[in-house]
């Protein structure tokens, strides 16, 4: 079976610095990206000149971000908006030759979505998945801290009630574990949803487990939730365990939110970490 492929987020340098998180990457060793989606569609009349920007860096696109960008998946008023801006991005995406959108989800209810919301919600989804679909864009959803499906209940209802020819899953190793799961459990449970993944760690929360795990003195601001990979809690063994179980071979996209120090030695610190830990090579030439 062949490894999965190792792309990167290039979110830690900002949006206002993308080109650079291109250059950097690039000189890390990367050879694929997922960036802003808002800034990537800047490219929309211009296809062939986002293909040349990624050219210049031999630079492939994994996917990009969308979802609930025009309200809420369970607000049924929000429902053609979100599916035609979600097939916007997928003609684009389209275009280019590149054939993953993450479906992000939209703010989360108070007490949390009931199974009401869930229901529009998966609705909704429905029909912007199919949308992409049709074009020969696989749309999977990315469940989130702090959004409507973040909790183990909301992914089983939306997998259990969404087309699971349309709509598959983007697990976040990340965020499913700050939500209170086993990401290698639900992985391996929607194995045969499973398109696209982001590979993600979580900063300990306790200042001892902190303390042995980073090097504080270059730290003068409270330490972000994410953190390099191999420096936080996701067990990362059962995890590439799980993906091994289920036959994955697709996109595994190395996402940190926001370094300590600077993006270009966080993202060293994952490339090291997924190379020699996890012994997956960063540099694959079938999909340059």
């Known amino acids: 079976m062949a490894a999965p492929k190792i792309a990167v987020h290039l979110i830690t340098w900002g949006a206002d610095d993308w080109k650079r998180g291109l250059k950097e990457a690039q000189e890390l060793g990367y050879t694929a990206c997922e960036t802003f989606t808002h ?9 062939e000149g986002f293909l040349d920007l990624l050219g210049e860096y031999d630079m492939a696109l994994s996917a990009l971000y969308a979802g609930a960008m025009e309200g809420d998946f369970h607000d ?36 949390g979505p009931s199974d009401h919301d869930l229901q529009i919600a998966a609705e909704t989804i429905d029909a912007a998945a199919a949308r992409c679909i049709d074009l020969g864009v696989t749309p999977c959803v990315h469940p989130h801290m702090y959004t409507e499906i973040q909790d183990r209940h909301e992914i089983d209802y939306i997998m259990e009630h969404t087309d699971d020819d349309v709509v598959f899953l983007c697990p976040d190793s ?20 499973v398109a696209y993944a982001h590979l993600k760690d979580v900063t300990p929360e306790d200042e001892d487990a902190q303390a042995e795990t980073f090097d504080m003195d270059r ?20 995890l590439m ?31 090291d970490f997924v190379e ?8 694959d030439v079938t999909y340059r």
């Not at 800034?39 to 296809?47: G, H, I, L, N």
């Not at 020699?276 to 540099?283: F, G, N, R």
């Open 39 to 47: 800034t990537a569609m800047e490219y929309q009349d211009d296809p």
């Open 219 to 238: 730290h003068d601001e409270a330490l972000p939730i994410f953190c390099e990979l191999g420096l936080g809690l996701v067990d990362f063994a059962e």
């Open 174 to 193: 990340a965020h499913l574990h700050k939500a209170g799961m086993d990401p290698a459990e639900v992985i391996r449970d929607h194995g045969d949803r």
């Open 241 to 271: 365990a799980a993906y091994d179980d289920i036959g994955y071979e697709g996109w595994l996209t190395v996402e940190i939110d926001q370094s300590t120090s600077t993006p270009r030695q966080s993202l060293e610190i994952c490339r």
């Open 76 to 111: 049924p008023d929000a429902r053609d908006d979100i599916v035609d801006s979600n097939a916007e991005v997928a003609a684009f995406l389209a275009e280019i030759g590149t054939d993953h959108i993450v479906f992000g989800p939209g703010s989360r209810p108070d007490d």
């Open 276 to 283: 020699t830990d996890l012994e997956v090579p960063i540099q």
